[in-house]
């Protein structure tokens, strides 16, 4: 703060640090972790980068969130086309953007947790596909990483997480990691001082460095409390509120299987944005997310803040 420019192997060497925390929670070696601004950011960075060719295939989900399906339009000019598939139910999801990967795809672009539903993808599955197709695998992992243990495996080719949801180190920062073979696929979009012609590499200038301090600061913190207690609590407090919404009549709407952060479910009422104000005012903070309720505990969350959801929602919406 008092060096300003000149503090600049401060901020950097810092930045290393987070890099190697990162890398050893992310499993991948620092060294391929790249920052950006956002999630939407990276993404697009990507999506722009990829050199299209005409007849390319790009596979999204119909329903993902829009920073994900969005960023291929472009990819048009090229010839490439966007394929967005239908997602009849959550069981199905898996399988449908399984059964769409073949001839031509050439990239598939899925969130590793589903911010709507919570659904957690197999993203190694779907990565195991998408190389014996050719594909390039595109992960969004912001509500992800930091609730669940994130592997980013061979079979993943870009997978990009902001650190202001389940990281708590607030807005202006996503992780950016890009496999060789996707960097083999590309030309950087943007460049500069960082990635000179003919460097293939997708940084371009500095990284926004005081946030990248703070997310060293949140890092720690959630070492101190140690990831996989976290990932434990996060589960617990999920499962907890996937059994009282059920014994309250309501369907999750995750697939069965792994669960993430987020449990989400159709409250039935006529006016969902209406019940998360009557919440709020109780002192419960939940979201509404076209049509359904999103609860997502964090491990500051107590079994009994999941009661007290659970309690109020049966006196706010009388059982069905
Ligand atoms: C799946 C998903 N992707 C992206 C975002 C937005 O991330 P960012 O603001 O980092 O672009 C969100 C929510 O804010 C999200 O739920």
Not at 26 to 47: D, H, K
Not at 111 to 126: A, M, N, P, Y
Not at 185 to 214: F, K, Q, T
Request: glycine share 10%.
């Amino acid at each position: 703060m008092s060096a300003g420019y000149m503090g600049i192997d401060v901020w950097q060497a810092r930045t290393e640090y987070v890099r190697s925390l990162l890398g050893e929670r992310l499993g991948v070696q620092p060294q391929r972790i790249l920052f950006v601004g956002s999630t939407t950011e990276a993404l697009n960075l990507t999506a722009r980068s990829i050199v299209w060719r005409s007849g390319d295939r790009i596979v999204v989900p119909a329903d993902e969130f829009p920073s994900v399906a969005y960023p291929w339009a472009h990819a048009s000019h090229a010839g490439a086309r966007l394929v967005e598939i239908p997602i009849p139910s959550e069981s199905d999801r898996e399988a449908r953007v399984l059964d769409a990967i073949g001839p031509g795809t050439r990239a598939v672009a899925v969130s590793h947790v589903h911010s709507r539903t919570g659904t957690v993808l197999d993203i190694e599955r779907v990565g195991q596909a998408c190389q014996a197709a050719g594909a390039l695998l595109v992960v969004d992992g912001i509500q992800a990483v930091g609730a669940i243990p994130v592997t980013i495996g061979e079979e993943v080719d870009v997978y990009c997480a902001a650190t202001f949801k389940w990281l708590i180190a607030g807005f202006g920062l996503a992780v950016l990691v890009v496999s060789d073979r996707a960097l083999a696929a590309m030309e950087p979009a943007y460049r500069g001082y960082e990635n000179p012609p003919p460097d293939r590499n997708l940084r371009y200038s500095h990284w926004n460095y005081p946030v990248i301090y703070a997310l060293a600061a949140a890092l720690e913190f959630l070492a101190e409390i140690s990831p996989e207690v976290i990932y434990r609590r996060v589960a617990a407090l999920g499962g907890r509120l996937a059994d009282g919404v059920g014994r309250l009549g309501y369907t999750v709407a995750a697939a069965p299987g792994p669960r993430a952060g987020i449990v989400s479910f159709d409250p039935h009422v006529r006016d969902a944005e209406a019940l998360v104000t009557d919440l709020a005012e109780r002192g419960i903070d939940v979201a509404a997310r076209g049509g359904l309720l999103r609860v997502s505990p964090h491990f500051y969350n107590t079994a009994s803040d999941i009661d007290r959801f659970l309690g109020t929602l049966e006196e706010l919406v009388p059982r069905r």
